[in-house]
């Protein structure tokens, strides 16, 4: 058979046509895929995302456009991948192309069901890692830290109310008052599921 994994710039040695890194990657792609073949006729149709298992995503706003072509072809695009990341690598010469093309299709088909800002974040680890970087800071600051940092868009006046319904405790109250970059994080995932 092979001596080197097919995915282009992987090049690790096996006797398969991809590496066991490249099979655990394509695996975990190809676990969405009849999720997201069944969910992107939602989006054709126009009519809200059901949620995903196990908690986020759903039919906010963003996850319906835009629209019925791309999830059209996207379903198709994710009906010509194999069905298991082990026959592709054992019996597939073109495995590696199989993930390279997973990768971008099945990204493309999250973030059209789900939503962009919920792919791929893993939000207990995400907390974790701001809880160990970031000092308080107040509203102001929060938001572009967040955005850049995180990769998520908290406005303003939502962390004001999180605060006045309790869900928030300001570190330091007065005019400007400042928030746990990470207690905030929690407070936004609490709202989107
Ligand atoms: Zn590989």
């Not at 789900?114 to 970031?134: C, F, K, M, T, Y």
Request: hydrophobic share 35%; with cysteine.
């Amino acid at each position: 058979m092979n001596d080197t994994c097919t995915t282009e710039g992987c090049g690790r040695a096996t006797s398969l046509y991809l590496c066991t890194a490249c099979i655990v990657e394509l695996d975990e792609l190809l676990q969405d895929v009849p999720a997201l073949i069944s969910f992107l006729a939602y989006v054709r149709a126009g009519t809200a995302v059901p949620k995903k298992p196990g908690g986020g995503g759903g039919g906010h706003p963003g996850s319906r456009e835009p629209g019925s072509v791309d999830a059209m072809l996207l379903q198709a695009w994710l009906g010509q991948l194999p069905d298991r990341a082990h026959t592709a690598a054992t019996s597939d010469p073109e495995a590696g192309r199989k993930l390279y093309m997973a990768r971008i299709w099945v990204r493309q088909a999250r973030s059209l069901v789900w939503g962009p800002e919920e792919e791929q974040i893993n939000h207990s680890e995400l907390r974790e890692r701001v809880r160990d970087i970031a000092p308080p800071m107040p509203t102001k600051e929060l938001v572009p830290w967040l955005k850049a940092k995180a990769g998520i868009i908290v406005k303003a006046k939502d962390i004001r109310n999180w605060a006045h319904r309790g869900k928030l405790k300001p570190v330091e109250r007065g005019l400007h008052p400042t928030y746990h970059p990470h207690e905030v994080l929690n407070a936004w995932h609490d709202t989107r599921v």
